[in-house]
């Protein structure tokens, strides 16, 4: 099956920094979502894309199907998005995600 | 439009016992998926059905596990004789074509 891998797995910022997620994939997807999910187990919806490059606040999200990565730039980092963050991407034809290894983000004062 | 709805919350059971896990999924949503996320892990596909239907139960045990969405009413996950190994978050996503929503999850706890 495919494999999605993130990186980097640990990531400590302070308050106002600027970072950059990556999410590496091993084939074509039809579908890629990134998800934060906070430090109360909940998943919360990012972005929805399979290519292109999106904008949401201080969030954006960048995928480059072609070569098989995603990036996810957070900027100017608040406390509140410390927690984990996950691609996931669709394949072929299963409907499944494929969830990968997370980016735990720690945001300090 | 509210989200995707699971409960209980948190379920406690003892080894042997049944665990039913149910999903509201959004409305108009007529794909609903299941996941399992073990202590520090990523989440791992389970099962995805359509009203009456199961499409794809590539990621659940083959025993002791089952899942459901009938015509009417929520989507159930069902184990059986639970074991510790099974204490996990479990959680629920509806989509109505493309994007994956997930609810707050359940989270099962096997004593």
Sequence with gaps: GIQVEQSPPDLILQEGA??????????SVNNLQWFHQNPWGQLINLFYIPSG?????????TTVATERYSLLYISSSQTTDSGV???????????KLTFGTGTRLQVTL | ???????????????????????????????VYWYRQ?????????????????????????????????????SI??????????????????????????????RLTVL
């Design chain 1, 85 to 95: 963050y996950f691609c996931a991407v669709e394949a072929g034809t299963a409907s």
């Design chain 1, 53 to 61: 490059t999106k904008q949401n606040g201080r969030l954006s999200a």
């Design chain 2, 77 to 106: 996950l069902r184990i059986q004789q639970v074991v510790r190994g099974d204490s996990a978050a479990y959680f629920c996503a509806s989509s109505p074509g493309d994007t994956q929503y997930f609810g707050p999850g359940t």
């Design chain 1, 18 to 27: 600027n970072s950059t997620l990556r999410c590496n994939f091993s084939d």
């Design chain 2, 1 to 31: 439009n509210a989200g995707v709805m699971q409960n209980p919350r948190h379920l406690v059971r003892r080894r042997g016992q049944e665990a039913r896990l149910r999903c509201s999924p959004m409305k108009g949503h007529s794909h």
């Design chain 2, 38 to 74: 073990l202590p520090e892990e990523g989440l791992k596909f389970m099962v995805y059905l359509q009203k009456e239907n199961i499409i794809d139960e590539s990621g659940m045990p083959k025993e002791r596990f089952s899942a459901e969405f009938p015509k009417e009413g929520p």
